[in-house]
């Protein structure tokens, strides 16, 4: 996971409540995603950025919002957290030469 | 209809056998092909890519692509324990936003 990573790696929250994930590369590149993954649908795009402060929304974007003031940060808030939000978060840069992606560990997050 | 359509598995083989992992889709102006492998509570880590219709070979792993017939397939020869995981398969037409397969789940027994 080097030039990645993701905090918090795990978090418990409850519904309604404001959750921010942060993902920093050390990469210096400019494309970075946000996906979630939940069993039965994969991975799916949430947000992606293509430089700082420059964001795009991704299939599934309800809910949920991003920031990047810098190019190493790329955040994801969840403004009232749902049930229907917990899942595996895993932050991604686009890979230098190649349409591929390097991804994070993950942030697993629970709502109750 | 989902973009990108994979069937889940789980798959399951003897040590040394062939794997054929196979993905679907449905957009024409997919041009960029991935397949990830995924370990259990690990991120997706990049195995290959192509880019249009053909073959790629990378040691062990031989990628294809069937544009014609919206088909692309991973094969593992020789595979080995090390290889279970979850492959998953990925698709973009601007290299820019990627669509997952749901991933198909494999053990290699050995």
């Not at chain 1, 519904?15 to 494309?31: A, I, K, S, W």
């Not at chain 1, 991975?43 to 795009?56: E, F």
């Not at chain 2, 449905?26 to 397949?35: D, L």
Request: aromatic content about 12%; proline content about 5%.
């Amino acid at each position: 996971d080097a030039g990645i990573t993701q905090s918090p790696r795990h978090k418990v929250t409850e519904t309604g409540t404001p959750v921010t994930l942060r993902c920093h590369q050390t990469e210096n590149h400019r494309y970075m995603y946000w996906y979630r993954q939940d069993p039965g649908h994969g991975l799916r795009l949430i947000h992606y950025s293509y430089g700082v402060k420059d964001t795009d929304k991704g299939e599934v974007s309800d809910g949920y919002s991003v920031s990047r003031s810098k190019t190493e940060d790329f955040l994801l808030t969840l403004e009232s957290a749902t049930s229907s939000q917990t899942s595996v978060y895993f932050c991604a840069i686009g890979l230098a030469g190649g349409p591929g992606q390097y991804f994070g560990p993950g942030t697993r997050l629970t709502v109750l | 209809q989902k973009e990108v359509e994979q069937d889940p598995g789980p798959l399951s083989v003897p040590e040394g056998a062939i794997v054929s992992l196979n993905c679907t889709y449905s957009n024409s102006a997919f041009q960029y092909f991935m397949w990830y492998r995924q370990y259990s509570r690990k991120g997706p880590e990049l195995l290959m890519y192509t880019y249009s219709s053909g073959n790629k070979e990378d040691g062990r792993f031989t990628a294809q692509v069937d544009k014609s017939s919206k088909y692309i397939s991973l094969f593992i020869r020789d595979s080995q324990p090390s290889d279970s995981a979850t492959y998953l398969c990925a698709m973009s037409n601007t290299g820019n936003q990627f669509y997952f397969g749901t991933g198909t789940s494999l053990t290699v027994i050995p």
